[in-house]
């Protein structure tokens, strides 16, 4: 690529004083040679002036202000997905320690308890278990309509 060609790239950019200082001197240079480049840098310079003076468009303040809170209301969702996210481990690991923990209690307290309820053992743990998916089930869907609740507010 001749010189001419490289100064003829830069032009613009020139004219926009986006160059750095090596490539602005390479430009400076040649303009002074050709005639060409000189007056295409030359429109360039008149465009970017004219742009220049092209009144800056404003974001109506209603706007600005919506985007304000748009974004607040964002920054809060973050803040309560990384809350709801460390409450959900915890959830998970409480879960398994209470079964865990309960299976332990069942194991001990079913035979006094099909005594005392005059049932078979059998009986008291399907009951259990009955029991704790009714109220894991009962949780779950009162987590979900919680969460459709606060879906249908945002
Ligand atoms: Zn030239």
């Given at each position: 690529?001749?010189?001419?060609?490289?100064?003829?790239?830069?032009?613009?950019?020139?004219?926009?004083?986006?160059?750095?200082?090596?490539?602005?001197?390479?430009?400076?240079?040649?303009?002074?040679?050709?005639?060409?480049?000189?007056?295409?840098?030359?429109?360039?310079?008149?465009?970017?002036?004219?742009?220049?003076?092209?009144?800056?468009?404003?974001?109506?303040?209603?706007?600005?202000?919506?985007?304000?809170?748009?974004?607040?209301?964002?920054?809060?969702?973050?803040?309560?997905?990384?809350?709801?996210?460390?409450?959900?481990?915890?959830?998970?690991?409480?879960?398994?320690?209470?079964?865990?923990?309960?299976?332990?209690?069942?194991?001990?307290?079913?035979?006094?308890?099909?005594?005392?309820?005059?049932?078979?053992?059998?009986?008291?743990?399907?009951a259990y278990?009955?029991?704790?998916?009714?109220?894991?089930?009962?949780?779950?869907?009162?987590?979900?309509?919680?969460?459709?609740?606060?879906?249908?507010?945002l």
């Amino acid at each position: 690529m001749n010189r001419h060609n490289k100064v003829y790239r830069l032009l613009n950019l020139s004219a926009a004083g986006a160059l750095d200082e090596n490539e602005q001197m390479q430009v400076q240079d040649h303009v002074v040679q050709c005639d060409s480049c000189r007056d295409e840098l030359s429109d360039w310079v008149l465009l970017a002036d004219t742009l220049k003076k092209l009144p800056t468009p404003q974001a109506p303040s209603a706007l600005i202000l919506k985007m304000h809170r748009l974004l607040e209301l964002r920054m809060a969702c973050q803040r309560e997905s990384r809350w709801n996210w460390a409450i959900l481990s915890f959830l998970v690991l409480f879960s398994w320690i209470a079964a865990g923990m309960n299976w332990f209690f069942v194991q001990l307290f079913d035979i006094p308890l099909a005594r005392w309820l005059d049932v078979s053992s059998m009986t008291v743990r399907a009951a259990y278990i009955g029991l704790t998916w009714l109220a894991t089930a009962l949780a779950a869907g009162l987590l979900g309509k919680h969460l459709q609740h606060k879906e249908g507010n945002l």
